[in-house]
């Protein structure tokens, strides 16, 4: 459904489609599960939500949540593909993604996290 | 010519019919002419309050209408529920609120997305939530 990825030794995983809030949870423990899995061969994730033109709070949250419980698993996220509507919107209803990291796309997400290392 | 005014009623009882009221709000604003940003806003403030209507006010329909004032095209979207209503109504308005899994920021975040925000509620009988995005025209 969520398609998980190995790309330059890190996670990538694209957001495909509209999702619904139990798929929403479904992507999250599946992105931790694929950095436990990968046992260390991998060194950070990037998500790319290129793809969604919509991202409320609910889905803003599992973003964030994602981020801080890869982190707490030893792993960087950047989140890449913000579409510039999705990033107005989020800032009017006060919401900017605290503590996640943003790249304007995967090359991008991809050399932060090489920089990391 | 002045498009007929049109009106869709989507019931909420299920995540997928939250789904199903965005993609519904989101293409009646693109038929209206409404640009990226203003379908954005409102697909986002639809899909938060529709999520109210099945979380909180344990289901409930949204209604999307267009509307006409003069030169002005607008989308009414009017959410209702029969659920436990909102005790304090001026503290769920504020944000930072506790909710289920959710920021606390829906209720008011919707609010700055839209031109016209009406919130009714009565504890044990329920709340409606109407809101209103013109065309900049």
């Not at chain 1, 939500?49 to 949540?65: G, M, P, Q, S």
């Not at chain 2, 095209?73 to 436990?84: A, I, M, S, Y």
Request: charged share 20%; net charge negative; proline share 2%.
């Amino acid at each position: 459904m969520i398609p998980i990825l190995r790309v330059a030794g890190h996670i990538l995983v694209s957001v495909q489609t509209e999702l619904g809030d139990d798929v929403v949870a479904q992507f999250q423990d599946a992105v931790l599960m694929a950095i436990h899995e990968d046992r260390g061969r991998t060194d950070g994730i990037v998500i790319d939500i290129t793809a969604l033109e919509v991202v409320d709070t609910y889905v803003a949250r599992v973003l964030a949540d994602t981020a801080a419980m890869a982190k707490l698993m030893g792993r960087r996220t950047v989140v890449v593909g913000m579409r510039p509507e999705v990033a107005a919107t989020l800032v009017q209803m006060g919401f900017t993604l605290p503590g996640v990291q943003t790249a304007l796309n995967i090359d991008d997400g991809i050399a932060w996290l090489d920089a990391q290392r | 010519m002045t498009p007929a005014a049109v009106s869709h009623q989507v019931s909420v009882t299920t995540q997928d019919d939250v789904v199903a009221a965005r993609r519904q709000a989101r293409a009646m604003a693109i038929e209206l002419g409404f640009d990226a940003f203003a379908v954005a806003a409102i697909t986002t403030a639809t899909s938060e309050l529709a999520r109210n209507v099945f979380v909180h006010g344990g289901g409930g329909f949204v209604t999307i209408e267009t509307l006409r004032t003069g030169e002005r095209l607008g989308l009414c979207l009017t959410f209702c529920d029969e659920g436990p209503g909102i005790e304090d109504v001026e503290q769920a308005l504020q944000g930072g609120f506790s909710t289920k899994r959710s920021l606390g920021l829906g209720l008011s975040g919707s609010r700055r997305l839209v031109d016209e925000f009406e919130l009714t509620s009565t504890p044990g009988e329920g709340t409606k939530v109407r809101v209103v995005k013109w065309t900049r025209r």
